[in-house]
């Protein structure tokens, strides 16, 4: 498909060998987290679409949103940096932010920053419209990409991560059954569950919902994978007629939530999380991040306990889908003696 390579793929995938021990259950993990440096982590897959359809409308600026810690807004900077264009971002705060982590980066690499508050950022996208109208009165031409680039264009990114994953299989000479991943604005569960869907892989795809809940989530990734329909259209991976059967067949429950590990809240930590993010560091050498990687494998750790959701799961691959820029601004919370 018609994209900009930027990210480093595909992604490594290994065998959590002390986890997997643990847990008594085979798990395995795919490195998105180390698509890159600056543009490290998920977000980047779905760059690729949406700011090869920047370039394409020959904009020279890219504008976007997300939390203060945004992992999302820190790799789009870093992409418009990258090519010489202007970039500006909205950040949701509650009090004056501390220099660190993503935010740090984002004023680093250049961009812009407006910030909003928890309020404002329900009208995010007309804030947005209004700040793409600012730049342009001084002669720029802004694209503006929606908050963690998930929709149409930007799932897209997943939609290729799930046939990477099945080209793996074959050269690692194994089958997935679960596929595990955390989820905060759906744009990577849609594009692995459209490609599971559109290429019949048969596969279970678990999103660990790190805020909201499911009924949330499954409209969401609902929505974005029929925008992402005319695309998949143009891109030559599905006939009219295909698209036109998906658009209708489509449901809310072709997409499996959990959200029994949101814990205290969007980018709030519990002891256990925390505990569980020093314990893989220190077993695997595999940080997660506590926004979202953390939340979705100590769901992982707790869903393969007696009676858990993932046992005889089968084969898992946990995506890494990043953040650990995230994790520096909450270093003193750590115990690490
Ligand atoms: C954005 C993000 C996610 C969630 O992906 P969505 O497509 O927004 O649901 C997961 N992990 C990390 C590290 C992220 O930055």
Known sequence: MKKLNLANLPTKIYKLERLSKELDAPIYIKRDDQTGSEWSGNKIRKLEFAVQEALEQGCDMLITTGGIQSNHCRATVAVATYFGMKSAVLLRISEQPPLKGNYFLDLLLGADVKFCTKEEYKRRDEIMAQMAEEYRKQGYKPYVIPEGASNGIGTLGYYNAMNEIVMQEKELGIKFDTIVVATGSGGTCAGLNLANIVKGYGRRIVSMAVCDDVEYFQKKALEISIEALPYLVSQGEITDERGEELRKSLKMADFEINDKYVGIGYALSRPEELEHIKKTARTEGVIFDPVY?????????????????????????????????????????????
Do not use: M, Q, W
Not at 298 to 325: D, K, M, P, Q, V
Not at 327 to 337: A, G, Q, R, Y
């Open 293 to 337: 990687t953390g939340k979705a494998t100590y769901g992982i750790r707790c869903e393969l306990e007696e009676g858990g959701s993932l046992r005889g799961a089968g084969n898992i691959l946990f995506i890494h889908t990043g953040g650990l820029f995230g994790l520096f601004p909450i270093s003193e919370t750590f115990d690490v003696s």
